[in-house]
């Protein structure tokens, strides 16, 4: 293992009909552009029995019919697409920017970060959004991006006590992650602002506006820009 990458992926079964294929021990690029191949290598090679192919950060989860086929057969057909994994070109990320009004309303927790760090609010806007974030997977609800390369100088814990409800397009910070929420839902990540992008909207033909793989840039826009993108309907 070099890196936290495993040269040969680690299977574990989850389940009675799931089988974890693990590729790496931490949130790494290279780690995830290996689970990223691999799915790649699965869906257009779906072995007899397979259902559905989750990936995630550093392993994917097959989930399959034990009514045709078994762990050990998957280990196998697995194992021998991995060797093709080297032959394997992944499209060139999309990057996608998402605009942001950051504080007030929208970011009420942004005060707590900047304080945690010895930071101002300006300085937390400009360290959050300079990097292009490296999309690791889309999960818990329906469009969350889960996201890496967030700096060490926003590193912030989540609300000890979650809120019942986020709104839209809010985005936070927790522990070493950043993420936008597409839906009303309950979180508790640190809210430092707030799209008004619709980010996933199940009319369109493309319900989401990104993928795991993408990047997202963050854009800082005022109140007033918020408003008016807002009314346009947010597309």
Not at 180 to 193: A, F, H, R, V
Request: proline residues 9%.
């Amino acid at each position: 293992m070099a890196g936290g990458i495993f040269e040969k992926a680690k299977f574990r079964i989850a389940g009675d009909r799931g089988l974890l294929v693990e590729y790496g021990e931490t949130i790494d690029p290279g780690v995830n552009q290996k689970v990223r191949s691999m799915t790649m290598v699965v869906e257009k090679n779906m072995p007899d029995g397979i259902k559905e192919v989750i990936p995630t950060y550093r392993s994917i989860l097959v989930l399959y019919d034990p009514a045709v086929t078994t762990p050990t057969v998957l280990q196998e057909k697995l194992t021998a697409m991995e060797e093709r994994l080297s032959g394997i070109d992944i499209p060139p990320p999309k990057v996608v920017d998402i605009p942001v009004c950051y504080g007030g309303e929208f970011g009420p927790d942004i005060d707590y970060v900047a304080e945690s760090h010895g930071l101002s609010v300006k300085e937390v806007v400009r360290i959050h959004s300079e990097p292009e974030y490296l999309i690791y997977m889309v999960g818990f609800t329906p469009g969350f991006p889960f996201l890496g390369g967030l700096s060490e100088k926003l590193h912030t814990p989540r609300l000890e006590t979650p809120r019942t409800s986020v709104p839209a397009g809010s985005v936070g910070i927790a522990n070493n992650q950043t993420g936008i929420y597409p839906i009303t839902s309950p979180g508790g990540w640190q809210l430092i602002g707030r799209t008004p992008l619709r980010l996933f909207s199940p009319e369109r033909v493309n319900p989401f506006l990104y993928q795991a793989g993408d990047r997202i840039r963050f854009k800082p826009i005022s109140s007033e820009e918020y408003d008016r993108l807002a009314k346009e309907g947010g597309e």
